[in-house]
């Protein structure tokens, strides 16, 4: 059983499923004796990972939460726009989505469900994993819509302020996603700020 559970391991990047677990023939309850012998560590319920692995937090909390999308401040972190690392995790979800077993260091944002998906790109986490954010013009878009959301005005500024200047993304596509997020006003004023 040690042999299938560190193939398992090694296939997923040294983190697995209760679910995974079971579904290679381990029932359930040898589960504790893997973390007692060290094989593995429990990350959240449900979720374990290599004993000799880093904790991926950005990637645990997206595999256990896979319609919440990065969004806002660390959007823009996982996008190389800012060095500081959040202090709070901005997520998106839609409207209704139950928050109820998200850690305290989740900060929530809703959206119509249609548009939960609008400008969503794969980015890799500090650890190297592979998690959904918003891309930049979903980004300035969110940024400019929720200016009263908690975000960190002084770093969001500076944020579209050097993307539009340096000409780091389709301005376009900013107007698209504006018109679609009703803020295309709030844009033409920022736009004009920054010109």
Known sequence: MEEKIK???????????????????IPRVHIKQFVESGIIERAQKGIYISSNMIEDEFYIF?????????????????????????????????????????PDNIR??????????????????????????YNIERTICDIIKGRNTGIDKEQSNKFIRNIIKNNKADISKIYEYAKKLKCTKQLEIVMKWII
């Open 108 to 133: 929530v944002h809703y959206i119509k469900k249609e548009l939960l998906n609008m400008g969503v790109i794969t980015v890799k986490t500090p650890h190297g994993f592979n998690v959904k954010s």
């Open 7 to 25: 193939k398992l391991l090694k296939q997923n990047n040294g983190i697995i499923t209760t679910k995974q677990i079971e579904e290679i023939g």
């Open 62 to 102: 997206q595999m256990k939460n896979s319609n919440a999308i990065f969004s806002y401040n660390t959007a823009m972190y996982f996008l190389g726009e800012t060095e500081r690392t959040p202090d709070k995790i901005d997520v998106t979800v839609y409207s209704g989505y139950n928050k109820q077993r998200f």
